[in-house]
């Protein structure tokens, strides 16, 4: 009986192992916008203006988990400021010719599969790294405790609290 279970847990975390080590983040054009549990109201034309992207963690042909991020060169406390910053980092960036903002927002966050948030964090957080012009990595999340956890198991500080959100960092 037990080793039936640990044959069991052994091929389960084989699966799970097998389909991170698989997959990759690739930029998308657009996202199912129902399926954000977040931010369902954002359209992608929202998520792809002004310097803003959707990234997925893919894998095989499935989309795993998706994060969407706005540049900008400030913090924003709400989506309505996110939208301003993110336009003026856009038009600054346009008028200098260089890239967009200097602090990826992170606003929405979701995954389809298990393990799926904890690494498409992990592989962004690497993209900014290695990126030339990114300094800072920091989210506009809602005000939940899931959202707290989520953020501070995977690495984050709390950088304030707002009204109706909060802003964690993530140390690059």
């Known amino acids: 009986m037990i080793k039936k279970f640990n044959t069991k847990v052994k091929e389960k975390l084989s699966n799970f192992f097998d389909w991170i080590k698989g997959a990759e983040l690739i930029e998308l054009k657009s996202c199912d916008v129902k399926e954000d549990p977040v931010r369902p109201e954002l359209d992608n034309k929202f998520r792809t ?3 803003r992207k959707i990234y997925g ?3 095989r042909d499935e989309i795993c988990a998706i994060m969407c991020f706005g540049f900008t060169n400030d913090i924003p406390k709400t989506v309505e400021e996110l939208d ?4 003026d980092a856009h038009l600054q960036s346009t ?4 890239k967009t903002g200097k602090i990826a927002i992170a606003y929405t966050v979701w995954s389809k599969k298990k393990g799926g948030g904890k690494l498409i964090v992990k592989e962004v957080f690497k993209k900014i790294k290695q990126s030339n012009h990114l300094n800072r ?3 506009l999340s809602p005000l939940t405790e899931m959202a707290r956890n989520f953020h501070l198991r995977n690495g984050a500080f709390e950088l304030q609290v707002n009204e109706k959100t909060q802003n964690f960092e993530y140390k690059i």
């Open 49 to 51: 203006e002004y310097g």
């Open 57 to 59: 963690v893919k894998y």
């Open 84 to 87: 301003l910053m993110t336009k």
């Open 95 to 98: 008028l200098r010719d260089q």
């Open 137 to 139: 990595l920091v989210t």
